[in-house]
């Protein structure tokens, strides 16, 4: 696994992209930088063991390199599901299929290069959005998550992990200290946490708990609940 020193010493000059640079190194950054991402996708597992269908069909949308995908393949290897992996980044793709090929894994999943905002996804039993909805313009959200609704059968499952921020300034700055003494005891430097903070910073918009709850809620969701919470990081279950 390359390791992520992206932000080690250049300064920022433009906005964070998942571009090829970013590829070669997203797994190490995941794992330094999302607090428990294993954990959440052990906890996916579970819940999709018990709630979908055999045989369904798994979408993972903003699926990078294919990671999540790959760990639902080996976990749920009894549940004969269909994985789809979509993405909009050709170098992300690249790699997710580069790893199924090493891990024997090319016939079980299928990555597709494409619009998550335009894509069909009429086929879904399930479908995983994870730290996607923060990365897409606040005005966009409502109509594709209705988007996403409408293509689930009843009983559909949709899961969410998200960034989130408080509307509480104290907690929120707190909870942004607790994040960053995470990335501090994983070899990150003060210079990478800011570096990349500012990257980030028009690039992805993180809604509170409650305001993605909501936005679930008001799509018309009938079983919506909270699976993982780490601070600021916040996993949710949806049932159509």
Known sequence: MNQDKIFHIQSIKEDFAFNEQVA???????????PFYGAVIE??????????PKGGTVYDLGCSTGGTLLELGRRLSNMEMTLIGVDNSPAMLKKAKKKAEMFSKSKLITFLEADILTHDFS?????????ILQFLRPMVR???ISKLYSSLP?????IISEKTISHDPSLNREFIAMHHQYKRDRGYSELEI????EALENVLIPFSKT??????????FSSIETFFQWFNFCSFIAIK
């Not at 070669?24 to 999302?34: C, Q, T, Y």
């Not at 086929?123 to 994870?130: E, G, H, K, Q, S």
């Not at 009843?154 to 949709?158: A, F, P, R, Y």
């Not at 800011?194 to 903070?197: F, G």
């Open 24 to 34: 070669e190194v997203f797994d190490d950054m995941l794992n330094r930088s999302v």
């Open 43 to 52: 906890a996916i597992a579970g819940l999709l063991k018990n709630y979908a």
């Open 123 to 131: 086929d879904a039993n399930v479908i995983i959005c994870n730290y």
């Open 142 to 144: 409502p109509d594709f």
């Open 154 to 158: 009843e009983g559909g499952i949709l």
């Open 194 to 197: 800011a570096a990349k903070r």
């Open 211 to 220: 305001e993605n709850i909501e936005l679930l809620k008001r799509t018309g």
